[in-house]
């Protein structure tokens, strides 16, 4: 009897052991708001970061942030320094709910590639075959800057899905880009998607369709509007909201439990003021009509969910965002995007460099060799930020994730992100 239980018994251990090592490895993906020192990092010399942002807070050049790094799949640091509001003397607290305008690219982006992922969306498919306006584009040849007029003339071919991703499509922005364009949204009542807009994103969508672009496609770079029209894409193939579809296909999958393009009032506390500078750079705080942006927007109930600037996040959920791609994809045990469109979405995607050094993924800034070779970060490196002033990069090759927040907009000491990422490359060791 024995004999043949023998084997039996062998096979049941195995596979316990193989159970038990797939489970341990999928809870090894799931960061721990816990931070745990890693053996990779001197932390005499990592905490630098501290005494230099206090440096920034104590000479009045910076009111408060928020610092996380993640190493190996575990946050290795996370700190809030100075405060949330700096008339309360209210403390930054690490899980503060920053707004993190166009770091909500990158999200909007994986919610199109989960899409097609699912083959309802071609990446070099065209926008028309969508929003129908988009159809024979024209391209911007004169404006009459008197009367906002203007002549155009035909597209060489039509916007792409891979063209908005890249920012390539010709489509620029209100109020941030340039002053021709500027100057035809804001006549035809397009938003810039930042801060809160009582509008339709379809209908707004589909007014932008019939707009000139600033340049043929594919031709450049131009940052504009193209991942609130990603956005505006999801939502006619989910037959959700963005803010629904986000929800329920990244944030809840993922366990993002701070990230919302409504924030529920229970955590308005969490939110830190915003904060701007006046002519002799003195900090001020930001008032309901600077810039065209009331900083309230994200308690204030809305329905246009802007795909390029809607979000507010912590430090940590951005970060589990960030891991799940560094994963391949993959998160908490759920295979959120495949591991080829994980590898598609941090992989070059045109002809040139976007800012003549770097190149440019599907949502994200790639690090080319030669800027690898003139900063700390490594080749492939991706990053981005959003406007009010939070900044991120993810390193594949060491397993790193950094991420430097902070509300204030222009900053005029804004190099602190630069020397984080020095003081923790310069921290750490083999």
């Known amino acids: 009897m024995k004999k043949y239980l023998q084997p039996l018994l062998s096979k049941l251990i195995l596979s316990i052991s193989f159970i038990l090592l797939c489970t341990i490895s999928s809870l090894s993906q799931v960061l721990s708001s816990e931070i745990t020192k890693s053996a990779h990092f001197d932390y005499s010399k990592l905490a ?35 405060f949330a509001n700096e008339a309360s003397k209210k403390q930054m607290p690490n899980n503060a709910i920053y707004r993190i305008m166009s770091q909500s690219k990158a999200i ?14 071609n990446l070099d498919q065209n926008v028309s075959d969508f929003i129908p306006t988009y159809k024979n584009p024209k391209v911007l040849s004169h404006l009459n800057t008197n009367d906002t007029t203007y002549t155009t003339i035909p597209a060489k071919r039509e916007i792409t899905i891979r063209d908005l991703f890249t920012h390539s499509s010709g489509i620029d922005y209100t109020d941030i880009g340039s002053a021709n364009m500027n100057a035809i949204y804001t006549k035809a009542g397009i938003p ?8 339709s994103l379809l209908e707004k969508m589909t007014l932008l369709g019939k707009l000139p672009l600033a340049h043929q496609p594919g031709e450049k770079f131009t940052y504009g509007l193209n991942s609130d029209l990603l956005g505006c894409i999801v939502e006619i193939v989910s037959r959700l909201s963005l803010e629904a579809y986000c929800q329920k296909n990244i944030f809840d999958p993922l366990g993002m439990k701070d990230t919302y393009f409504n924030v529920p009032a229970a955590k308005a506390n969490r939110m830190p003021t915003v904060y701007t500078e006046n002519a002799t750079h003195q900090i001020i705080e930001w008032g309901p009509t600077d810039f065209n942006i009331d900083p309230k927007y994200p308690l204030m109930q809305k329905s246009y969910f802007s795909g390029g600037a809607g979000l507010s996040s912590t430090a940590f959920d951005y970060a589990i965002f960030l891991q799940m791609i560094l994963n391949g994809g993959k998160y908490n045990g759920k295979q959120i995007i495949s591991p080829r469109t994980a590898a598609n979405m941090i992989s070059p995607q045109l002809d040139f460099k976007y800012n003549g050094l770097d190149d440019f993924g599907l949502g994200f800034s790639i690090t080319s060799e030669k800027s ?30 950094v991420l430097v927040m902070t509300q204030h907009k222009p900053n005029s000491h804004g190099e602190l992100g630069g020397k ?11």
């Open 372 to 401: 690898a070779n003139l900063n700390p970060r490594n080749k492939g490196s991706f990053s981005w930020g959003g406007y009010y002033g939070t900044s991120y990069f993810a390193d594949p090759k060491d397993q790193l994730i």
């Open 108 to 121: 909007t982006s994986l919610a199109v590639l989960q899409l097609v992922d699912q083959g309802k969306i």
């Open 420 to 430: 984080i990422e020095r003081i923790v490359y310069g921290s750490m060791v083999k």
């Open 192 to 199: 810039s998607g930042l801060g809160y807009f009582n509008a």
């Open 48 to 82: 630098l970061i501290d005494s230099t942002v206090n440096k920034y807070i104590s000479n009045h050049w910076l009111v408060g942030s928020t610092v996380i790094i993640v190493k190996d799949n575990k946050v290795v640091y996370h700190k809030g320094f100075g």
